[in-house]
């Protein structure tokens, strides 16, 4: 399959079949900004689920947080994103679209008469380049001038940090601990694109553990090995996952190293995930702009030192996106083509599908019990309408993993047929075993 048709081919099942729309649609859409629809909502909802339960319930030292998205102004420039969050830009004076200085479609240096627009290719009307800030801006109060400015977060740590000595408090944790968070942030990125790969608006799933000086670079090879460890538990292709160690010119202006979990997308490898050392940067740079002691008091050695931070920070549509990447195929079956969304049961949106062979007979009967049986526990989809491999595949097609068929033998015999999506093969079980029968396979592929 040609790299490129396979994002245009997920792009539109993601449409067709409820996983993803583009905002406001109806009004042209709003650039780089998704909805998700029934399907995706469920998958995305899995993918966050999941982490948290692998960075919060699974463990004793790392406790969960929901920090509002607006915060002090000042939040922000102690961060160093007022100042530093930005990339240089370019500003067709004729045509008015802006460009990223770097865009490889500028042919010369901007401020140069010769250089063309690459969008109107009008000569000489390119600015030079200017720093433009990601954050977006808006009023808090009735009052729109300066003092009033609040941002929309551009990363959800900041609450995490302001909040760190409420939550150590509160939980009694001692360090070395950790605080995770799942929320949303925006950026007002200016070559945004690939779908839901880079959006303005996105969801982070971030966690700061907070560590003694000196004993950051060890937790920061654990975290690497914990994180790389839980995408390939999430089932997706190892050979498609790398690491990318950041140089100094790359480095983010609060990190002393920071390495990127990359997945070989069709559009090439891309980050998914960022594990950072952020030292003591960003506490001291709280302590300082704030005015409050932002030290931690260690019992057992009457220390008290600002502690450092491993971050590991994933972004929840961007997995959302490598999961369906990664799980898409597309096989020959009896000389029919048969899409697949494969992926692992414990993030599929739907978990089973209930089909009664007919529409009569009593089939219904029984089959609409079954399904509210399963609908208890998990998402189930109820279709009785066409042939039954037709079914199978509209179920392949968004990633269900088990299909139910209720026969006629259902009737005498109190067994349905389930059917596997990957290997297509087919058990027989008692009815009554259908509930306990998902539950052990889900345990399975919960690992
Ligand atoms: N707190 C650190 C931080 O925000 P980052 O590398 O800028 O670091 C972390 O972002 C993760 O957030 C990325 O690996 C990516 O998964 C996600 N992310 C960042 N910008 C995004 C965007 N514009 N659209 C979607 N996801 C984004």
């Known amino acids: 399959m040609a790299e490129q048709t ?5 792009v539109s099942l993601a449409k067709r079949r409820g996983f993803v729309f583009q905002s406001s649609e109806v009004y042209g859409g709003l650039g780089s900004v998704w909805d998700y629809g029934p399907l995706g909502v469920e998958l995305k909802r899995n993918i966050k689920d999941r982490w948290w339960r692998s960075m919060v319930h699974a463990r004793d030292d790392i406790e969960g947080i929901d920090a509002a998205i607006l915060m002090h102004p000042r939040v922000w420039e102690a961060s160093g994103h007022v100042s530093g969050f930005t990339d240089p830009l370019v500003d067709c004076r004729q045509c008015k679209v802006r460009f990223r200085a770097d865009d490889p479609r500028l042919k010369g240096p901007p401020g140069d008469p010769a250089t063309a627009c690459p969008n109107c290719g009008n000569r000489g009307t390119l600015t030079e380049p200017r720093m433009f800030n990601l954050m977006f801006k808006t009023f808090m109060g009735p009052v729109e001038e300066q003092a009033a400015i ?18 150590q408090t509160a ?22 694109g690939n779908f839901i790969f880079r959006t303005r608006e ?10 003694k000086p000196g004993t950051d670079e060890e937790w920061f090879e654990q975290w690497r090995e914990i994180r790389m460890q839980w995408h390939v538990d999430l089932g997706l292709q190892p050979e498609r996952l790398r690491w990318h160690a950041h140089g100094p010119g790359e480095l983010a202006h609060y990190a002393k190293a920071a390495y990127d979990i990359e997945y070989e997308f069709p559009f090439g490898w891309q980050e998914i995930e960022g ?13 300082e702009y704030s005015g409050k002691k932002l030290e931690y008091f260690d019992a057992a050695t009457s220390e008290r030192y600002i502690p450092y931070v491993v971050e590991t920070s994933a972004g929840a549509d961007r997995v959302t996106l490598t999961v369906m990447a990664d799980a898409y195929r597309e096989e020959e079956v009896e000389g029919e083509t048969r899409v697949v969304l494969g992926f692992n049961p414990a993030v599929a949106p739907i978990k089973a599908a209930v089909l009664p062979l007919t529409r009569k007979d009593g089939l ?15 998402s189930a989809f109820y ?5 039954i491999g037709r079914r199978y595949r509209r179920q392949d097609e968004v990633g269900t993993p088990w299909c139910i068929t209720v026969d006629h033998d259902t009737l005498t015999g109190e067994t349905v047929t389930i059917r596997e999506r990957d290997a297509m093969s087919q058990v027989r079980v008692a009815i009554s075993q259908v509930p306990a029968w998902i ?8 690992r």
């Open 6 to 10: 396979l994002m245009d081919k997920l």
């Open 150 to 167: 609040v941002y929309l977060r551009p990363e959800t740590a900041q609450g995490i940090y302001v909040n760190y000595l409420n939550v």
């Open 171 to 192: 939980s009694r944790q001692k360090i070395p601990f950790g605080i995770a968070q799942i929320g949303k942030a925006f950026r007002n990125e200016i070559t945004p």
């Open 202 to 211: 996105f969801e982070q799933m971030e966690m700061q553990f907070f560590v």
């Open 275 to 287: 594990v950072h050392n952020r030292t003591d940067f960003d506490l001291s740079r709280h302590q």
């Open 364 to 378: 219904p009967e029984v089959a609409d019990r079954l399904y509210h049986d399963i609908r208890r526990r998990w």
């Open 383 to 387: 279709d009785d309408s066409g042939a």
């Open 439 to 446: 539950a052990d396979r889900l345990e399975e592929a919960g």
